[in-house]
């Protein structure tokens, strides 16, 4: 009796994979290791490679596939040319008896254990080349969803073999250096989840763009999955924070983007696999798809599944819209940043940034500059120039053959988890999806730059314009005694420095996330009333979906903050409270109602002197009650606050009382207050402040600016502004030794070390016990640090 060429998925590991395909093989294997760990793959089976090949040798193909290879190879033949006769002679050809007995008898099966009759199936193809751990070969075959019965089911597999030649395919193939006739194609036919009915999307269990191993980033989108791979939608974001998945009552998802998701596939009336799409509702796009308790259901299967295979992984989930189980339906190794080194990367940085034109999801951390080449279907894709951007709707996989020769890539739509995405990341090449309508905004051979260099958000600049390249070989920095930190401001590139040896973050403000991502003023948020009716409309859309719109900002600055605190935990990671200036508040929306004139702001209602006064009071409230979710909700215990710009011990008494208030006790759930000591009062009775405050952090600009009475932002007196004269450094030796014989750390989280290596050494000299720096001159300057504890006496 001939062996079988079919086999259930609980019958297949993946040490089976030249049998049935990575895609297969990835699925027997959870569905046989990982259900009790809560990891639910549908039911489902497969046919083996020995399947197509009989196919293949039955229908006598492999000579006709030979010679059409042969003639593309000798230039008689077009690429598409190529694939479209190869696809033919497969879908001309019939299915041995055998094999097809033996498919619809397991369908006949799989109807019996679901108790439905003639149920609907997904038929996915999986090469045995496919998501090996150097090669994704994501989307290169095609998906059947919503196959039902015995004769769509048969059409569909035919097809599936097809698209074995699919144009990409062939050229992905002939890029990797896999031979066409070595490779055979596994078909697996699994239980439909009815995601049409709710939602469905794409998971890493890494960053995607930076490599940060403690991330897992998931995408979705309503309706069935396709969109989300193929790109035609963008769709929602969110990030989770692995280390504290484990700590109960927590979390920590850091991050969470409402995608435009315009568009659902859904189950259709007709056709050989019975999908389309419709446009989603005005409510759908405007509701973020999963709730905290999926994303943190699916954040920890992310998390056994990578454990269980010891890589990083590329997974795709969907939600079953009748009985709302989550479905793991596909996971294959992630293939570009598991590659990546862990002690060195390249950064980029535009040297002068010109006029922006468009915004989307950034693809990776380069800049291109080039001349735009604006296609918009795949019917003239004979129309790329190479070298150039690349500027089209949606980048599915019919334009690989053209993405690895473009200098960058730019598309309407799509998310950081498309198949366009992934693809252009294991190419190397830059490109910004998403743009919303980039492709009606650039024209052909415009001179543009874009830029991936700055977190998640990619920008497209007018011109070609300049940028440097830098190295950073980690593993060659020295150890220091002293703590070198690092000062982040923006969420959105947060994790692009993970791999510096940074001990925590020695400066995180909060001002960033208000101006560049709540863009409301808190108090407008408290009292929309008081605003104009344009600015209440403007609030009612930003804060959608909350139940009241303080709640947006709670939510938003708490996910910045732990984003930020993230990259180094468990180390410190200290964030200042607002420190906007009365005419920075007055830009932000509903900010003019709420904000006096002041002569000179730089020295007015700013820091500390607003968290208690009523005029901000309630504002205020809104950040303790943020930082009191980051450390107690989200888990991040090692965020430690700090107060800037207090005048005087009986203002931090207040301050103090006014975070007690809220929830914020010094000392109680470990938590530390810290001041930033940048007032000439601060260090004169520093003994005094050091009994309310656990730790300093010295201001280099205010306390230079106010020492020397120099405005800092006088572009006159610009050369009188110095961190290095003798009576700011005199400031400054007596403020650490004042804060060491208090018995509290200090530290300095000023430009100052970064601009000046002397100063750096200074600061060693007087024994600070840290040096917080920007990322791009960590590497500069913690080579200074180091030299200067070897010179320093002891």
Same mark, same amino acid.
Request: with cysteine; proline share 5%; charged share 20%.
């Given at each position: 009796m001939s062996k079988p060429h079919v086999l259930w998925f609980e019958d297949i590991r993946i040490t089976d994979l030249p049998a049935v395909g990575g895609k297969n093989a990835s699925l027997g294997e959870m569905t046989a290791a990982l259900s009790s760990k809560g990891v639910k793959v549908p039911s489902g089976f497969a046919t083996d490679a020995s399947a197509y090949r009989t196919y293949v040798a039955e229908n006598r193909l492999e000579q006709g596939i030979a010679t059409r290879l042969g003639e593309f190879h000798s230039g008689k033949a077009t690429l598409q040319e190529t694939g479209t006769a190869i696809r033919a002679l497969f879908l001309?050809?019939?299915?041995?008896?055998?094999?097809?007995?033996?498919?619809?008898?397991?369908?006949?099966?799989?109807?019996?254990?679901?108790?439905?009759?003639?149920?609907?199936?997904?038929?996915r193809s999986s090469a045995t080349a496919e998501d090996l751990p150097d090669a994704s070969f994501a989307g290169q075959q095609e998906t059947f969803l919503n196959v039902r019965g015995e004769r769509e089911l048969l059409d569909a597999c035919r097809r599936c073999y097809a698209s074995l030649f699919t144009d990409r395919a062939i050229s992905y193939r002939e890029t990797k250096g896999f031979d066409h006739l070595d490779v055979a194609l596994s078909i697996g036919i699994q239980?439909?989840?009815?995601?049409?009915?709710?939602? +469905?999307?794409?998971? #890493?269990?890494?960053?995607?763009? !930076?490599?940060?191993?403690?991330?897992?980033?998931?995408? $979705? %989108?309503? @309706?069935?999955?396709?969109?989300?791979?193929?790109?035609?939608?963008?769709?929602?974001?969110?990030?989770?924070f692995k280390p504290l998945l484990a700590q109960p009552g927590t979390e920590p998802i850091v991050d969470k983007e409402l995608g435009g998701k315009a568009f659902r596939m859904v189950y259709g009336e007709g056709g050989s696999h019975r999908t389309r799409i419709v446009e989603t509702t005005a409510q759908e796009r405007a509701t973020l798809v999963l709730e905290n308790a999926d994303i943190i259901q699916l954040a920890r299967w992310a998390v056994a599944i990578e454990e269980h295979y010891l890589r990083p992984m590329d997974m795709e989930w969907a939600k079953d819209g009748e009985s709302g189980e989550l479905y793991i339906v596909q996971a294959r190794p992630e293939t570009v940043q598991a590659q990546s +080194?862990?002690?060195? #990367?390249?950064?980029?940085?535009? !040297?002068?940034?010109?006029?922006?034109?468009?915004?989307? $999801? %950034?693809? @990776?951390?380069?800049?291109?500059?080039?001349?735009?080449?604006?296609?918009?279907?795949?019917?003239?894709?004979?129309?790329?120039?190479?070298?150039?951007?690349?500027?089209?709707?949606?980048?599915?996989?019919?334009?690989?053959?053209?993405?690895?020769?473009?200098?960058?890539?730019?598309?309407?739509?799509?998310?950081?988890?498309?198949?366009?995405?992934?693809?252009?990341?294991?190419?190397?090449?830059?490109?910004?999806?998403?743009?919303g309508n980039a492709t009606e905004l650039l024209l052909d051979n415009q001179e543009i730059t874009i830029s991936c260099a700055d977190g998640d958000i990619g920008t497209i600049y007018e011109g070609a314009l300049d940028f440097a390249v830098t190295d950073i070989d980690i593993g060659s920095l020295p150890a220091t005694g002293t703590d070198i930190m690092v000062n982040i401001a923006n969420p959105a590139a947060a994790f692009q420095w993970w791999r510096l040896p940074a001990r925590g973050v020695g400066l995180a403000r909060m001002e960033f996330i208000i101006n560049a991502h709540i863009k409301v003023h808190p108090m407008a948020l408290v009292h929309p009333e008081r605003t104009a009716p344009e600015t209440q409309r403007r609030i009612r859309d930003l804060t959608h979906g909350y139940p009241q719109p303080a709640d947006y900002f709670v939510d938003v600055l708490a996910r910045g903050i732990a984003k930020l605190a993230s990259p180094y935990y468990p180390h410190p990671a200290i964030v200042r409270l607002s420190d906007f200036k009365t005419n920075e508040y007055a830009h932000l929306v509903g900010g003019d109602a709420f904000e006096p004139e002041e002569e000179n702001p730089m020295l007015g209602f700013r820091g500390?002197?607003?968290?208690?006064?009523?005029?901000?009071?309630?504002?205020?409230?809104?950040?303790?009650?943020?930082?009191?979710?980051?450390?107690?909700?989200?888990?991040?215990?090692?965020?430690?606050?700090?107060?800037?710009?207090?005048?005087?011990?009986?203002?931090?008494?207040?301050?103090?009382?006014?975070?007690?208030?809220?929830?914020?006790?010094?000392?109680?759930?470990?938590?530390?207050?810290?001041?930033?000591?940048?007032?000439?009062?601060?260090?004169?009775?520093?003994?005094?402040?050091?009994?309310r405050f656990d730790g300093f952090s010295i201001g280099s600009n205010d306390l230079t600016q106010l020492v020397l009475g120099v405005d800092r932002d006088s572009g006159i007196l610009a050369s009188l502004f110095d961190e290095r004269d003798e009576a700011v450094t005199r400031m400054i030796a007596e403020a650490i030794r004042k804060a060491h014989a208090a018995g509290i750390k200090i530290g300095i989280c000023g430009q100052a070390p970064s601009n000046h290596p002397e100063f750096a050494a200074f600061l060693v000299s007087e024994g600070i016990d840290s040096i917080s720096l920007n990322p791009d001159s960590f590497v500069r300057t913690i080579g200074a640090v180091a030299d200067a504890e070897q010179c320093k006496p002891g």
């Open positions: 001309e050809s019939s299915f041995p008896a055998q094999i097809a007995d033996e498919i619809l008898s397991a369908y006949g099966d799989l109807s019996r254990r679901l108790g439905v009759d003639r149920p609907a199936v997904a038929v239980q439909m989840v009815r995601s049409d009915l709710s939602g +469905s999307g794409v998971m #890493f269990s890494v960053d995607t763009e !930076t490599g940060f191993p403690d991330a897992i980033v998931i995408s $979705a %989108a309503w @309706g069935l999955g396709e969109t989300v791979v193929q790109g035609t939608v963008n769709p929602d974001k969110y990030v989770v +080194s862990s002690t060195s #990367f390249r950064h980029y940085s535009l !040297t002068p940034k010109g006029k922006p034109l468009a915004t989307g $999801a %950034a693809i @990776g951390m380069a800049i291109a500059a080039g001349k735009a080449c604006v296609i918009r279907t795949a019917a003239d894709i004979e129309q790329f120039r190479d070298g150039s951007i690349l500027v089209t709707e949606t980048t599915d996989p019919d334009w690989v053959p053209i993405m690895k020769r473009a200098a960058g890539i730019v598309t309407d739509h799509g998310g950081t988890t498309s198949h366009a995405a992934i693809v252009s990341r294991e190419l190397g090449v830059p490109a910004i999806v998403g743009t500390a002197s607003r968290y208690y006064d009523e005029r901000y009071r309630e504002g205020f409230a809104l950040e303790c009650r943020a930082l009191k979710r980051v450390r107690e909700t989200l888990g991040f215990a090692n965020v430690i606050v700090m107060v800037p710009f207090c005048r005087t011990p009986a203002e931090a008494d207040r301050v103090l009382e006014a975070m007690a208030a809220n929830g914020l006790v010094r000392g109680e759930h470990g938590l530390q207050i810290y001041m930033m000591c940048e007032i000439p009062s601060n260090v004169i009775l520093a003994e005094q402040f050091a009994t």
